[in-house]
């Protein structure tokens, strides 16, 4: 627990003599872990950190260009300038009356070409109205947070020490579902943290916890004092990403039903903050998807602000995990789990042949079959529709396979059809039209994996669990056009990988997601994922 600024006031010379030496030992390596923080944050820029560049200092130029246009110490500050000679740092009010560029009372606008208006000052302006949350609701409950030992000298603090709540906020949240009284009711809970004396004579001040999260989530202001509930925080991440609520429209939605008045901007910072709020939970995701013996592998466009990227999706038996980035092997490389050993369901993607265990999807040959079947070309027609009838004779057989029928017999009945298949595509892999020969050299390339299912019937044809995935965000992305940042996308992804899983799961997503959010308020370890028909 690092020292606060109120700490650090009450430390100065003759406390530290009052203390005896093992306290003083532990005190020093506090504030030792303290200072070399503290000078890691402040050497922290965007060139060797995952800050923006927009967070550097706009008074002080980059480390990229102070060592690039930065003099050696031998060299001239500036032209005709010498030893000990300065530039005035500004010119005087008479010397800029009598300069070229003065004003000209003449002009309307009071400036002359060569003159540039004032900068306004930062923040709120005189004059203007301000905005404010002017609803006034009733507390319900009332918490207080002491602090369990002395910052100063380590000892306990129990409850008979003296203190005085010292702040204070109120949460606003929804009670659990009560089937015997259905319904959304509204609870007020004020948290009062408490500064105790020690008998040190140090003032110790409660400090509520503050989760550990990675670097890329830093900027989500993950901690507990804010104003949304656990339940009505993933209420709103609900409403906004499952059910595709506008910003104004849950507002409104939530103002009907709960008559609760939330601004666009808390609500904006409450699905920012839930994600930070929940993201260990990737993990165990991740690991849910690398122990799936069957995974679905899809992706669809999807618009980041200006930038043109994909939305990809790994459905796994019970887990869900989308990512949003490029459409290249590397991305795919990334976002596949290390020790997945299973069977990868895919299109005909090339970057997919990376991974050897696979299959193809039959839904995306049978499209390009009937494209062929429909072609002007009289060659590429009848071709096409003799490709297509075989597919789907195929088809039929397996679908029409019963319990009965063992896996030898589905073998001889689909064996003299797989190679009339595979002599149609043999003969036609040369030919004059483009798409036919295209077609039938994909099919070639990929023969013992398109025709793998053919001879199971356990495994599935087509690629559709992940298509069914993606339809949901594919509408999302129509009525939003996408995204706007980096850290939007990954929200988006991540709550959405968390919501889908519940579903797939067949569990409350709600509570799941209401639970994950108290946990990382708290700093404490995200629950486990739901069991099936949890």
Known sequence: MHLTNHDLLQLDRDTLSRLDEEALRRLSERLLDDLKEARDRLNQDSQNSSRPPSSDSPYGRSRRESSVNEPADDEAVGEGSGPGETLPAETSPQAREAAPGASDPSRSDGHTPHSLPLARARGRQPGAPGHGRHQSLAVTATLTHRPGECACCGQPLGEAAPGHAYGGYDEVDLLPADPAAPGLVLTVTRHLPFEVICGCGHRTRYRFPRAEVPDEWQGAGVDRQQLLGPRLAALVVLLSLRYRLSRTKLRELLRELTGLELSIGLIDHTLRQSAGQVAPVEAALLQAVEQSPLLHVDETSWQEGALSLWFWVFCGVDAVVYWIG???????????????????????????????NRLRCWAHLLRKARGLAEATCRLTQEAGGALLVLMGQLIQTVQAVSCNTGLDDLARRQTPEVKRLKALCERHQDSSSAKLGAFCREMLKDWAVIVRPLYDPGLPLTNNAAERQLRHWVVARKISFGTRSEHGSRALALLASIIDTCRLRQASAWDYLAEAIRAGRSGMPMPALPTVGG
């Open 326 to 356: 490029t459409r290249a092997k590397e991305m795919f490389v990334n976002a596949l789990p290390d020790g997945f050993s299973g069977l990868l369901m895919s299109d005909g993607y090339s970057v997919y042949r990376h991974y050897e």
